[in-house]
């Protein structure tokens, strides 16, 4: 499996490439190995010293959008810590910058009660400002509803844990790309459970996360996965299962790849929805 999940990823990052807009070098091999590393990284968390995307650099406005949907910890959050990095990552290359982090929440708790369950108010100094995602004014996006913020800002990341879940008798792993369901307002996606969003489980939820990503994913500049504590679960529920202590950190600029090394990391085949995307 893990075998297979590496030969995956080799497709994404030579996609990532593809789609690169960086000046052509003489030297090829010098081109493709940095553009490696400016797609994907990973290392020890305590070595991880964030690298932010192109576009962060001397941006006014930042979008972060981070795994906190539920008052619960880690691994069914991504980590305060890592989220810190993240920010003073992306100070170091715009320091006048206004870091907006955005989520919107997956249970009956108000959203500024379960982010500062878990702590994100010691991350709101100056500059950095909490915002719920379902109070802001949406706009279309092809066939989806989203923020309209998600096109006023110079770069935006998505901030996210790794979750793997059984739906339907297929895994389903969440990472950078599901994280970004937390944008969608409940209130338009909403079905059986007014606080998720289930119209975007159908008619198949591997098929609607692919559309996620080809509409709103594809404005992120950049994804980070949080392995420091990863999710298993046996069943369905994304806040019910078991932790794994894997210590590690994945980021880079194209979401699929950063995605598709966490699933090697990990020894996980890729979820049905990223392999659609080859």
């Known amino acids: 499996a893990q075998a297979a999940a590496h030969r995956q990823l080799d497709f994404l990052l030579a996609l990532a490439r593809n789609v690169s ?13 940095h553009l490696n590393r400016r797609v994907l990284q990973d290392c020890r968390f305590e070595d991880f010293r964030y690298e932010p995307p192109r576009a962060a650099h001397q941006a006014r406005r930042v979008l972060l959008k981070p ?19 993240v920010i003073e990552g992306v ?21 500024r009660e379960i982010v500062t369950r878990l702590g994100l108010p010691q991350l709101l100094t100056e500059g950095v400002h909490f915002l719920d995602a379902d109070t802001l004014p949406a ?16 770069c935006r990341i998505s901030v996210a ?12 792993i969440s990472a950078s790309i599901k994280n970004l369901y937390g944008l969608f307002p409940r209130a338009r996606y909403r079905a059986r459970s007014p606080h998720s969003r289930g119209q975007l489980h159908r008619p198949d939820i591997h098929r609607r996360i692919a559309q996620v990503y080809r509409e709103i994913g594809v404005l992120f500049n ?3 996965v949080d392995l420091r504590l990863t999710f298993e679960s046996t069943d369905w529920r994304p806040d019910r299962g078991r ?10 600029e194209h979401l699929p790849a950063v995605d598709a090394r966490a699933c090697a990391i990990m020894g996980d085949l890729l979820p049905e929805y990223l392999t659609a995307l080859e």
């Open 222 to 224: 950049g994804a980070v």
């Open 243 to 252: 932790a794994r202590e894997i210590g590690q950190v994945v980021w880079g």
């Open 67 to 85: 795994n906190l949907g539920y008052p619960f910890p880690p691994p069914v959050t991504v980590s305060i810590p890592v989220l810190a990095r």
């Open 21 to 33: 807009q960086e000046p052509k070098k003489q030297d090829l091999d010098a081109h493709c190995c």
């Open 139 to 154: 706009r279309q996006y092809g066939a989806l509803w989203a923020p309209a913020l998600l096109t006023e800002v110079d």
């Open 91 to 111: 100070r170091r290359v715009a320091p006048r910058a206004e870091i907006l982090i955005v989520e919107g929440v997956c249970h009956a708790l108000p959203a």
């Open 161 to 172: 844990a790794y979750k793997k879940t059984i739906l339907n008798g297929r895994p389903l």
